[in-house]
């Protein structure tokens, strides 16, 4: 007969994970950049302050037919993406932006004549930045309503959507 002692007890343990926080958007900064070498993505960004909304940018794909008469049901590949080259950022009204953003159209202006591309960094603390090469909107007149803050809202071009990348975070100026 076996004792207690013959006995193996195996006891196993779930380890507990480190459950990480989500995000949030405190701290995101919206930056901007003209190329100091065509084609190279600047390493440094200077930041506007006040932004108070960034589209975002859905990467759609063209759906292509490759369907043939043997199909029964229609067969499709992907396509060329499409951002749909829009682009939206919203800002807090004030003089101190129309000189922020005064500055980025004239360095983007002379950029492109230059040949080198604008790019934002939307930095996202503890995330990352996303890049995209874009041709900045001039400043509209905007929507008014009584009671209501000066909300400027820039439409602009994307000229190359770049993604998420390593953070870089932008500076003031």
């Known amino acids: 007969m076996k004792g207690l002692r013959d006995f193996e007890v195996l ?6 994970e480190e459950k990480k926080m989500d995000l949030s958007t405190i701290g995101v900064k919206f930056g901007w950049a003209v190329e100091e070498t065509a084609g190279t993505k600047p390493k440094a960004f200077t930041w506007i302050k006040r ?7 859905n990467v759609t794909k063209d759906k292509i037919d490759v369907s043939c008469f043997e199909d029964k049901i229609k067969q499709y590949i992907a396509g060329v993406g499409d951002t749909g080259g829009d682009w939206n950022l919203n800002f807090n009204g004030s003089t101190d932006f129309v000189t922020a953003w005064d500055a980025l159209l004239d360095a983007s202006l002379e950029g492109k004549a230059a040949g080198k591309a604008t790019w934002a960094d939307i930095y996202i603390p503890g995330f990352g930045s996303y890049f995209i090469k874009f041709e900045p909107g001039e400043i509209p007149m905007p929507d008014l309503e009584p009671g209501s803050k000066l909300d400027i809202q820039i439409s602009n071009v994307i000229n190359e959507y770049d993604g998420l ?5 932008p500076v003031a100026a």
């Open 11 to 16: 006891f196993v343990f779930q380890k507990k």
């Open 165 to 169: 990348g390593e953070s870089i975070e």
């Open 51 to 57: 932004c108070s909304k960034i589209a975002g940018i």
